[in-house]
């Protein structure tokens, strides 16, 4: 039986709605939902015929395209109810995008795609409900969708679950992601196309071969005793990606997908089970200057590296601050978003910046040149091997970037396969922790 983490009723005020794109690859499994799809494109069909939408029949492909974004339209939505998950489906209706080929885009997302929303939303099908963005520049996930009353009743009626809805596991995993023009203030630095070769084969292969294995793994989740409000997930969303980043293939790279990463600290540490044990989280300690003295051919002091005199109660403060300097390509000349309340009232970033260049004067050059992707993918290539290694030794690890969820009785063999392979791919020794 499928899991699904408990829904409750709260407060608006108290839950931050976070929408998520339309998953084009849902698809009705079981015979209950198969009747529902073959319904709705039927009732569809008819509609058309009767206000003489379509004067000529479709071809054999464009009506298997059509059927197929249907279905990925209805399992979607019927997702998105049972598992009650907050916020709404954003969807794109630019032709621009849905018209131009793309590795990245799935059949069910063609430029038939707005068409067929429509036709589904129309006040005698009903099936959909939307909300049209207006053509502005950077509204372009205001467009959303979610269950119409129509769709809730048969919902009902076939008394359907998570278990009669699946997921292809065919949409491309090695995703690469274009530099942001600084210029364009709307600029989200969009999905970049590109030529296959044998390192992005190489990529492709590693993730096939650690999807395979998360899929079969043997994963719970205990909502006892984690406090509300609740994550929404279900547990069968398990296939990772890599997304690489500035239009280079070995610039990010980090993991993104598992549902494990939705879940919010505290409740993957105090829910999250794997192969019947309790899952214990392991993170790597200071990973990103770590690496960046790695790079500069230097060993990183002994001492924690964001302890710093006279800041010594500020230390999330300084670890913030630090990883916006490996990142930034020009000097902070402001504290970065989120991180003035970690400090004191009189503290200044340029104090702030000029503390941390005093502790770390080995590195000092490499700050403000826009270093952090390339750390990010040095550890992304770490956190992979991890992966791999542990699955080599029978051992389920599930990734959260810097961090690896893995069974409470494999920390120490866990510890060591990531120490050893971050003193493989850095020179330099790591630190690794287990968050309580």
Known sequence: MDQVAPIFDAPDDEVEARDRAFNAYRFAASENAKAIVAEVIRLLLNYEAHFGLKKNKRRAKDQETFDLTVDAILSDLMHHRLVGEEGSIYVTRSNRVLGTKSRYRPRAYSKMFPYIVDLMAKPEMGFVVQDVAPAVEGLARSTVVRVGRPLLLRIEEHEIGLDDLGQHLHGETIILKRTKDVDDYWDEGGFQEYEDTAVTDKFRQELDNINQWLASADLRFDH?????????????????????????????????????????????????????????????????????????????????????????????????????????????????????????????????????EAKHPLIKGSFHRGLGHDTQFIESQIMVEVILTLKAEGIVGLPIHDAVMVPATKTSIATDIMLSTFHRHTGVEGIVTEEA
Do not use: C, N
């Open 224 to 356: 006892t005793g984690t406090p509300w409000p609740q994550t929404a997930f279900h547990i069968g969303d398990r296939q990772l990606r890599r997304i690489f980043t500035q239009g280079r293939f070995d610039s990010g790279g980090r993991l993104f997908g598992g549902f494990w990463q939705r879940l919010r600290k505290h409740e993957r540490r105090q829910g999250l089970w794997i192969g019947g044990e309790k899952a214990v989280e392991l993170d790597y300690g200071q990973v990103g200057p770590r690496i960046l003295y790695a790079l500069t051919g230097q060993k990183p002091p002994t001492d924690d590296l964001y302890h710093l005199w006279g800041y010594t109660q500020q230390r999330d403060g300084i670890k913030r601050v630090m990883s916006a300097m490996i990142f930034a390509s020009d000097r902070l000349d402001r504290f970065p978003k989120g991180t003035r309340k970690l400090f004191r009232r009189g503290d200044k970033v340029g104090d702030v910046v000029e503390a941390i």
